[in-house]
């Protein structure tokens, strides 16, 4: 399995930028690559998924204002987020996997980072 590892959370006001990357310990380019949050007391959901093609997929709540992308000579993916909200305060993880299936919760998980945003 690819290990995974998250960076760059930390806390943000209202409508600032932030973000986040995820590096693995080996080859990203034959992975689906994914972002997904978790709020407490909620679900993990999916936030934006990119395949090895290339091809996006955002949640509604985060089209326009998220960015997803990947760099495979670094292994390495990103998540750009802009016109936080408080509602995006969650842990963050990055997901490796094999099918772009996205709604299931399968694949290689990193530890997570914490985004807070707050006045």
């Known amino acids: 399995q690819v290990q995974l590892v998250e960076s760059g959370g930390g806390l943000v006001q209202p409508g600032g930028s932030l973000r986040v990357s995820c590096a693995a310990s080996?080859?990203?380019?034959?992975?689906?690559m994914g972002w997904y949050r978790q709020a407490p007391g909620k679900q993990r959901e999916l936030v934006a998924g990119?395949?090895?093609?290339?091809?996006?997929k955002y949640a509604d709540s985060v089209k326009g204002r998220f960015t997803i992308s990947r760099d495979n000579a670094k292994n390495t993916m990103y998540l750009q987020m802009n016109s936080l909200k408080f509602e995006d305060t969650a842990v963050y993880y990055c997901?490796?996997?094999?099918?772009?299936?996205?709604?299931?919760?399968?694949?290689?998980w990193g530890q997570g980072t914490q985004v807070t945003v707050s006045s």
């Open positions: 997901n490796a996997r094999l099918r772009a299936i996205w709604a299931t919760l399968f694949g290689s």
């Open positions: 990119i395949t090895s093609g290339g091809s996006t």
């Open positions: 080996r080859s990203i380019s034959g992975y689906a």
